[in-house]
């Protein structure tokens, strides 16, 4: 859950079903809990986005903290006639592959962006881009910006955010990071989104 933020920030839990203690605990911090009609983060996505009430939309997911200061850093980069953005990226694993994987996501560069890095944008070239595409189960939070990137600017901030390295510990770091690398080389050469939600699947149960 998001801490430090300011009484003008609405904090949105979009829920898919989960059978675990995260609705209770959302009721009991008294945040706005959405229980989504269909799973799956693109549409979980849109639909907390359909009933926000600010002008400027903020996507983080479950696993991954912000820095502190990220409220004000996106209003200075809203300030600044950027329209969209996100921050770099750090894991909560002391692992130099993985630092090394990190840093290269300060480079605005479409091919290195992850949904971990979170995403910020004005609601209204949101819209206008299309929304998150409820068709791809897999890189949808990295296609979109793609098409962000055609309604405004968009930005790295300098700040880092920190994400959970848990799939990687189970499945292996070389491991998963090649499977990646695979699934986005496909997605890229217009393989179907089944086929790559199949390969995603063996990956991690391998």
């Given at each position: 859950?998001?801490?430090?933020?300011?009484?003008?920030?609405?904090?949105?839990?979009?829920?898919?079903?989960?059978?675990?203690?995260?609705c209770?605990i959302?009721k009991?911090?008294?945040?706005?809990?959405?229980?989504c009609?269909?799973?799956?983060?693109?549409?979980?996505?849109?639909e907390?986005?359909?009933?926000?009430s600010?002008?400027?939309?903020?996507?983080?997911?479950?696993?991954?903290?912000?820095?502190e200061?990220?409220?004000?850093?996106?209003?200075?980069?809203?300030?600044?006639?950027?329209?969209?953005?996100?921050?770099?990226l750090?894991?909560?694993?002391?692992?130099?592959?993985?630092?090394?994987?990190?840093?290269f996501?300060?480079?605005n560069?479409?091919?290195?962006?992850?949904?971990?890095?979170?995403?910020?944008?004005?609601?209204?070239?949101?819209?206008?881009?299309?929304r998150f595409?409820?068709?791809?189960?897999?890189?949808e939070?990295?296609?979109?910006?793609?098409?962000?990137k055609?309604?405004?600017?968009?930005?790295?901030?300098?700040?880092?955010?920190?994400?959970?390295?848990?799939?990687?510990?189970?499945?292996?770091?070389?491991?998963?990071?090649?499977?990646?690398?695979?699934?986005?080389?496909?997605y890229?050469?217009?393989?179907?989104?089944d086929?790559?939600?199949?390969?995603?699947?063996?990956?991690?149960?391998?």
């Amino acid at each position: 859950m998001l801490k430090h933020t300011s009484p003008r920030t609405e904090i949105i839990v979009a829920d898919g079903g989960s059978s675990d203690a995260t609705c209770s605990i959302v009721k009991e911090l008294g945040v706005k809990l959405m229980n989504c009609k269909q799973k799956g983060r693109a549409s979980q996505m849109n639909e907390a986005a359909s009933v926000a009430s600010g002008d400027i939309l903020y996507f983080l997911q479950a696993d991954t903290y912000p820095p502190e200061s990220f409220e004000q850093s996106i209003f200075n980069a809203i300030a600044a006639d950027y329209n969209s953005g996100c921050f770099r990226l750090a894991f909560d694993l002391d692992h130099w592959f993985l630092k090394a994987n990190a840093w290269f996501t300060r480079f605005n560069v479409d091919a290195i962006r992850f949904g971990d890095q979170s995403l910020f944008v004005q609601k209204g070239i949101f819209l206008r881009a299309g929304r998150f595409n409820e068709q791809l189960v897999l890189l949808e939070d990295q296609e979109v910006v793609t098409r962000l990137k055609k309604k405004g600017r968009f930005i790295v901030l300098d700040e880092v955010v920190i994400t959970s390295a848990r799939k990687y510990q189970e499945v292996g770091v070389y491991k998963l990071q090649a499977g990646y690398f695979l699934l986005y080389t496909l997605y890229r050469a217009g393989v179907e989104q089944d086929k790559l939600i199949n390969i995603y699947k063996w990956l991690l149960h391998k």
